[in-house]
């Protein structure tokens, strides 16, 4: 799941569990979807990327880069501390929003596109709540 600072999601795939998560990174900011705004071209990428050590590799920074997105990843073998907690709660809060849809929290489907669609209702309430929530 990809995010956004204040916790709306942006993106979302689903892959099997066997899967490691790194595998999906550039292909979950290549799904995120024209953010218009008042007046020229619809954003596309967000300028920065924040990710935990998982995704610490040269091949990902170099894909970032070519994105024009700048990549705050912790480094592998570092000390723990780097900072990046901060920002990193705000996936796990949105996930744990997507826990409280019963359907997404335990996967009772076989076929991985109804729970693709489930999954895509729930991140589309996500972020009615939150706009809701500002009017």
Not at 51 to 61: F, M, N, Q, T
Request: hydrophobic share 35%; net charge positive; aromatic share 8%.
């Amino acid at each position: 799941m990809l995010t956004e600072g204040n916790g709306m999601p942006l993106a979302a795939i689903v892959t099997g569990a066997n899967r490691h998560d790194v595998t999906q990174l550039l292909p979950l900011v290549d799904g995120v979807p024209p953010v218009r705004s008042k007046r020229g071209r619809p954003r596309r990428r967000p300028q920065r990327l924040y990710a935990d050590r998982a995704y610490d590799s040269r091949e990902h920074r170099q894909g970032l880069r070519s994105r024009h997105i700048i990549p705050l990843i912790a480094k592998q073998g570092a000390g723990h501390g780097s900072g990046l907690g901060v920002y990193r709660w705000v996936v796990e809060r949105t996930l744990a929003w997507l826990h409280q849809y019963r359907r997404l929290r335990v996967r009772y489907e076989r076929r991985d596109d109804i729970h693709e669609a489930f999954l895509s209702i729930g991140c589309s309430l996500i972020c009615f709540r939150r706009v809701s929530s500002f009017c």
